[in-house]
């Protein structure tokens, strides 16, 4: 394949062009503007030829290949058309009501029949739940910090009735989220997202990471992905090649070229700041976090995908999700997988001006709605990122607005925050802590997977603040939290 061409676009999606806003090239896919470097693999390029920018290529078929594989984790066992070959094939009932009649019933459970191709299936988690007793127990004791050896010892089951019930547990609370999702989507017409990355086994050094994108004011969950496939086998190609299928597959003899992982050391909020990117720039790929690590205990079954990729498939979610509001806001941590993934997938809104994107860091217990009294404004990192600093009572935050909107510092710094995504992630590895840290299940993160779902419905259901309230109740969608036995019916 000629090395002067850019990636093939899929269904009219080109990822691939200088992300450097100031530059005529920005968003510009044209390739007389740009080289494409692939003398070295660890490092296959676009360099621009105004700016001299250097984004990552990157696959656009195998990040619509993502989209898919996520969405079919996240619909698995939710009642939809099983004919391969219609076009309403995988997509919920819940979700997509108007494709289907309602039929009738089996037994307890509702019955639905296609309108595109008469085929029926059954929702088998509609009827009664006969094992809701047990199951709250089960939750009980999780939710308390019990092992999963105690919990089978106390209610007398073997560790395989416990994982059953446990994944009967995680597609019931999907369904719940299947309709709330759809009612927060519809209901819409702004919205303010706050958005994380970190590694879902923050002592195994596995590589998986996890992708969450909360409502910025209520702390709802809107999104939650994980770089990790137990279905598929690892890829073939040591080095990333972004003109080959299977791209986003990571090989499982990654080498990794990092010298050391970061450490979190007591400096100014600027130091800190300017050795993140210091630290970005050492990868070899910079929109690649695995580039950090020194060695990687790749997963005993299943396969990576490479980071980058569930990144972009995150915001493209997010985006077909909110295509209809008239405004987005999306703050994240410093980290341009994040960054370059949202800039790629909210090009045209970044044109259009109607979304805000900035990176945002800033002290635990900072007061929200402040600004403090004194802005500094530094250009930090080789990318001259135009960022403004505070303090208020010895704490300290930092805004960078990445769709360059100068002159509005005082408006962000009260406005921004991109603690709700930390928050949730980090209540997940408190609460599991004894579970996450397991040493036999460092290279097995499936079988977190069904935890995830168990809890991000608790989280956004049932799970209240110092005044009783959760999350859907602060957005209108619930009138009063759900109960544990409510989540299981």
Not at 80 to 102: I, K, M, P, Q
Not at 116 to 142: H, M, P, R, Y
Not at 183 to 199: K, V
């Amino acid at each position: 394949m000629p090395t002067e061409k850019l990636p093939l676009a899929a269904k009219g999606l080109q990822l691939n062009f200088c992300k450097t806003l100031a530059c005529d090239n920005f968003g510009n896919s044209d390739e007389q503007h740009y080289l494409v470097q692939r003398t070295n693999p660890k490092r296959p390029a676009l360099v621009c030829r105004k700016c001299g920018a250097f984004p990552p290529l990157i696959n656009n078929n195998e990040v619509l290949n993502e989209l898919s594989r996520q969405r079919t984790v996240q619909s698995h066992s939710l009642p939809s058309c099983n004919n391969s070959t219609c076009d309403h094939f995988g997509l919920d009932v819940l979700t997509h009501r108007e494709l289907y009649h309602a039929f009738g019933y089996s037994g307890d459970r509702q019955r639905y029949r296609c309108k595109a191709c008469a085929s029926t299936f059954v929702d088998k988690w509609s009827g009664e739940n006969q094992k809701s007793l047990i199951q709250q127990k089960i939750l009980g004791f999780l939710f308390t910090g019990y092992s999963v050896r105690e919990i089978c010892r106390r209610l007398h089951i073997n560790p395989k009735t416990f994982y059953d019930h446990i994944n009967q547990i995680a597609n019931r609370c999907r369904r719940h989220m299947s309709l709330f999702d759809t009612r927060l989507q519809h209901d819409r017409t702004e919205i303010q997202l706050a958005s994380n990355a970190t590694s879902l086994q923050p002592l195994s050094n596995n590589g998986v990471f996890w992708y969450t994108t909360a409502e910025m004011n209520s702390g709802y969950v809107i999104a939650q992905h994980i770089n990790y496939s137990e279905c598929d086998t690892p890829g073939i190609q040591l080095d990333h090649d972004p003109f080959y299928d299977n791209a986003q597959f990571l090989s499982n003899s990654f080498i990794s070229e990092a010298n050391s992982q970061p450490v979190e050391t007591e400096q100014s909020i600027f130091k800190r700041v300017d050795n993140k990117y210091q630290e970005i720039l050492a990868r070899a790929n910079v929109e690649d976090p695995l580039g950090n690590y020194v060695t990687l205990n790749y997963p005993s079954k299943g396969a990576l995908i490479r980071p980058p990729y569930t990144s972009y498939a995150h915001f493209l979610e997010i985006q077909q999700a909110f295509s209809h509001c008239d405004s987005i806001e999306i703050y994240m941590p410093q980290e341009p997988m994040l960054r370059s993934a949202a800039m790629s997938v909210f090009l045209q809104r970044i044109k259009d001006n109607s979304i805000d994107l900035l990176y945002v860091t800033q002290d635990p217990m900072f007061p929200t709605e402040q600004s403090g009294e004194k802005i500094d404004i530094h250009l930090v990192g080789w990318w001259r990122d135009r960022w403004a600093f505070t303090e208020v009572n010895g704490l300290h935050k930092g805004i960078c607005h990445l769709n360059d909107a100068e002159k509005n510092e005082i408006y962000w710094l009260k406005r921004a925050s991109a603690t709700k995504a930390q928050e949730y992630q980090n209540r997940f590895y408190t609460q599991f802590t004894s579970l996450v840290d397991e040493p036999r299940r460092k290279l097995r993160p499936a079988s977190l997977l069904p935890l995830l779902d168990i809890f991000r419905a608790w989280h956004n259901l049932c799970h209240q603040d110092k005044l009783g309230t959760t999350p859907a109740q602060k957005l209108g969608l619930i009138s009063k939290p759900i109960t544990l036995a409510e989540l299981l019916s």
